[in-house]
Nanobody, 122 residues
Framework: QVKLVGSGGGLVQAGGSLRLSCAAA????????MGWFRQAPGKEREFVAA???????NYAEHLRGRFIISRDNVKNTVYLQMNSLKPEDTAVYYC????????????????WGQGTQVTVSS
């Protein structure tokens, strides 16, 4: 069982940056791949980024270069650094985990966090 608690969301102006954090309550954090998803109002949840147990990273192609995923296996935390934010980045952001990176990349992870709201004003 993995409990995920996301934080760091908020209101930011277009062009600004935010860093989301997701703390995992799990015995062996380093055994899990981690990821981020987002869901904008009226839209389906979409994959944002994933990071494997060995810190290999994957991104949604349209977000590559602005968003950076990282992990700290000592703090049991995964981060999402979001730069050059746009109003269309407004969404609830969810962290997720699974033992398989493939499950995250295919949007079917075993564990989900509660979501944190990011609002980008124009």
């Amino acid at each position: 069982q993995v409990k995920l608690v996301g934080s760091g969301g908020g209101l930011v102006q277009a062009g600004g940056s935010l860093r989301l954090s997701c703390a995992a309550a799990v015995r062996a954090f380093s055994d899990y791949a981690m990821g981020w998803f987002r869901q904008a109002p009226g839209k389906e949840r979409e994959f944002v980024a994933a990071i494997s147990q060995k810190s290999s990273k994957n991104y949604a192609e349209h977000l590559r270069g602005r968003f950076i995923i990282s992990r700290d296996n000592v703090k049991n935390t995964v981060y999402l650094q979001m730069n050059s934010l746009k109003p269309e980045d407004t969404a609830v952001y969810y962290c997720a985990s699974d033992r398989l990176t493939f499950s995250i990349r295919s949007s079917s992870p075993s564990y989900w966090g509660q979501g944190t709201q990011v609002t980008v004003s124009s």
